[in-house]
């Protein structure tokens, strides 16, 4: 072990997590780092509000602080909040110059995160940026980088957790009311619409998998994305349930993926939230480089718009050529068939009944 930034005597620490899903999950490797190094501390994961429930139930950290930092007034209320708790130490995960600067007004004594964005003045320990060009380099190999540089260790255990709790469990089977089958999710959603693979070809997915393997299909997306699960719904010729009109929520979703034989999902947070859960996952890429947010996990399909790019090449930089339409809906379907082949006996749908112990942990991934 090397010399660490935290120190091994730190009493109070306060991780502030990344803003979005996919990031928040990539970070719980580092989480689970900080209680292993760290078996003394006190624990605060400080999150943006609804990604809270994604930290719900892990075992590592002591409390889950929910954190609005956008605008000014969110800012100084979360420095504010974080103050009140007296931390010894910060690790800053995300890479804003507003996370760096509630981190210095809250007034711990250590801040650690990357050198970055005229921020480096804000902190107590900086690791330098990974330059930019090059091959891109993984969220989660960044997290974790981080991460080491913090602790002071050689390595961290890449493998991404969730834990399902008893209340996220009741909340999901009101959402799973009436389905008594085997059920894959889709999720057409994603923060940028050019990330969006059409939605009459998740349709198409869905018509396929149902007719072909007897499976439910249930379509996802934030409230937000209300008109895009719509249109999945609209242009299927199978019957598909809209979990935005159940009331889903990251809590209960994450109980649905965990007891779903398949997620097809663009590049957006659900993918990380099965994967991290061990549901094997059919992942859409267009035109976003997948290896920015690249897993490693082994039941995961990756379907890219471009297969023949060259590796010296980031997709992003040629969104025409990466254009996401470009996947076929009968790519996207021998995707799926491998990983139901190589999967185990079908989950059942239900679930357990209250207080009830399952498994949530993934395989590993990395």
């Not at 089977?173 to 894959?184: C, G």
């Not at 019957?239 to 097809?264: C, E, F, H, N, Y």
């Not at 930089?317 to 996947?327: N, S, V």
Request: glycine share 8%; charged share 25%; aromatic share 4%.
């Amino acid at each position: 072990m090397r010399e660490a930034p935290l120190g091994l005597d730190v009493k109070r620490l306060v991780i502030l997590c990344p803003s979005w899903v996919g990031d928040t999950v990539m970070a719980t490797p580092v989480l689970r780092a900080a209680r292993e190094a760290l078996p003394q501390a006190r624990i605060i994961a400080a999150a943006r509000p609804g990604l809270d429930q994604l930290l719900a139930g892990l075992p590592w950290i002591d409390d889950v602080l929910s954190a609005e930092t956008k605008g000014v007034v969110g800012a100084l209320r979360t420095t504010r909040l974080i103050r009140t708790l007296r931390p010894d130490a910060v690790l800053v995960l995300p890479n804003s110059f507003r996370s760096a600067l509630i981190a210095r007004g809250c007034g711990a004594p250590v801040r650690i995160g990357y050198d970055r964005d005229a921020r480096g003045r804000l902190l107590t320990a900086r690791l330098p940026a990974p330059a930019a060009g090059g091959e891109p380099v993984s969220t989660l190999e960044h997290y974790l980088a981080l991460g080491r540089f913090a602790l002071g260790v050689d390595r961290i255990d890449p493998r991404m957790e969730l834990i399902v709790t008893d209340a996220e469990q009741s909340a999901a089977r009101r959402v799973l009311e009436s389905v008594d089958r085997p059920f894959v999710v889709l999720n057409p959603g994603a923060n940028k619409p050019p990330k969006r693979w059409p939605a009459d070809r998740f349709a198409a997915v869905a018509d396929a998998l149902a007719d072909r393997h007897e499976l439910a299909v249930f379509v996802s997306g934030s409230p937000g994305e209300t008109n895009v699960v719509r249109a999945v719904v609209e242009a299927a010729t199978v019957p598909v349930v809209d979990l935005v009109q159940r009331g889903v929520t990251l809590g209960s979703l994450k109980a649905v993926l965990q007891r779903a034989r398949l997620l097809i999902t663009n590049d957006t947070g659900p993918r990380h939230i099965a994967a991290a859960l061990g549901t094997p996952v059919v992942g859409l890429f267009g035109p976003t480089d997948h290896r920015w947010t690249d897993i490693d996990c082994p039941h995961e399909r990756i379907v890219v718009a471009e297969p023949f790019l060259p590796e010296a090449l980031v997709a992003d930089e040629h969104p025409q050529r990466c254009r996401i339409e470009k996947i076929t809906v009968g790519d996207v379907v021998s995707a799926c068939e491998k990983l139901l082949a190589a999967s185990s006996a079908p989950v059942d749908a239900s679930l357990p009944a209250a207080g009830a112990s399952i498994p949530s942990a993934a395989p590993e991934c990395g």
